[in-house]
């Protein structure tokens, strides 16, 4: 390997490399150097002790996941949380990109944007708090039905069974016109000549859309979801940590809070560990999995 030329290259580049450094710095200190704590996983973690005196307890910690029923069912909350949020909240931003794409008026389709993405600049403690506020027993949406339909107080926080949707919707309404950007960025890309061929051959906005829009975003939906199969065992920790209380924990605790709950609350930092490296794995084999069954379709695929 020729390091001279190497050398020449990056100082003939040397602004560009350093408009990386932050990233790559960031990377090394909030990513990979805390990676050095993963091995508490496999040991009997003591902070008096520290790493190195700790013993080692191999897979025990491991084990003891698939032996807690507590942690089969925080993994089956995680889960069903993940895949409710991929199955109504992805396709919505897809859909909502169609959308904005069809408004002729740029200003009003600036406008629009605008309002859609002003969500996802609230922190999830701004979101719950208005949550609250129209939810609660005394609050706005329990005020309005007993005044037009005179029904009885509905326990929207506190009732298990409604604790998935509200964490849907609120998914929806605070991320789903930030997720518009990426689909918007490749809906710019499309030739025009393509809808002007189309419309000569007498096909209309809906047909436009089935047979020139979507399969030029086609790829990048592939892509997008391939991601967020890999975020698949994380759902949340702030949204759904804001979100629980006594009546709905056994709903709504998912491993994110679980994690929180064994490591910091009950200092039970090796099972906590071994917990978030498992949950790691899984995102890591359904990437794999999800690449490899997206080439196996002819599909590009994340890499």
């Known amino acids: 390997m020729n390091w001279s030329k190497i050398g020449r290259k990056m100082w003939k580049d040397r602004y560009l490399f350093l408009l990386l450094l932050p990233g790559i710095l960031y990377f090394l200190i909030y990513r990979y150097l805390p990676?050095?704590?993963i091995v508490i996983a496999f040991k009997d973690y003591s902070p008096f002790r520290g790493f190195v005196d700790s013993p080692w307890v191999g897979l025990k910690y491991f084990k003891l996941i698939f032996e807690d029923s507590e942690v089969i069912r925080v993994i089956w909350n995680t889960l069903q949380l993940s895949f409710l949020q991929i199955f109504f909240a992805f396709p919505i931003s897809i859909v909502l990109a169609l959308m904005l794409n069809e408004l002729r008026n740029q200003y009003y389709k600036r406008f629009v944007q605008s309002i859609v993405y002003l969500p996802h600049f609230l922190s999830w403690v701004v979101v719950v708090g208005i949550t609250v506020i129209f939810l609660r027993s005394e609050g706005l949406v329990n005020g309005f039905l007993g005044s037009m339909f005179g029904t009885n107080t509905i326990p929207f926080l506190t009732d298990p069974a409604l604790f998935?949707?509200?964490?849907?919707?609120?998914?929806?309404?605070?991320?789903?016109?930030?997720?518009?950007?990426?689909?918007?960025?490749?809906?710019?890309?499309?030739?025009?000549?393509l809808y002007e061929a189309a419309i000569m051959d007498g096909a209309n906005r809906f047909r436009q859309m089935w047979h020139i829009t979507l399969p030029a975003i086609k790829s990048t939906i592939i892509i997008l979801l391939i991601l967020r199969l890999g975020n698949v065992m994380d759902s949340g920790f702030e949204q759904i940590f804001l979100m629980l209380n006594p009546f709905n924990m056994d709903t709504g605790n998912v491993l994110d809070t679980f994690v929180y709950f064994k490591g910091i609350q009950q200092a039970n930092y090796s099972f906590a560990t071994a917990v978030g490296l498992f949950k790691g794995l899984v995102g890591l084999l359904l990437v794999v999995g999800a690449n490899r069954l997206a080439k196996k379709f002819g599909e590009e695929g994340l890499y």
Do not use: R
């Open 35 to 37: 990676m050095v704590g």
């Open 164 to 193: 998935k949707p509200i964490i849907i919707l609120q998914v929806i309404w605070k991320e789903s016109g930030w997720g518009t950007i990426i689909f918007l960025a490749a809906l710019a890309g499309v030739n025009p000549n």
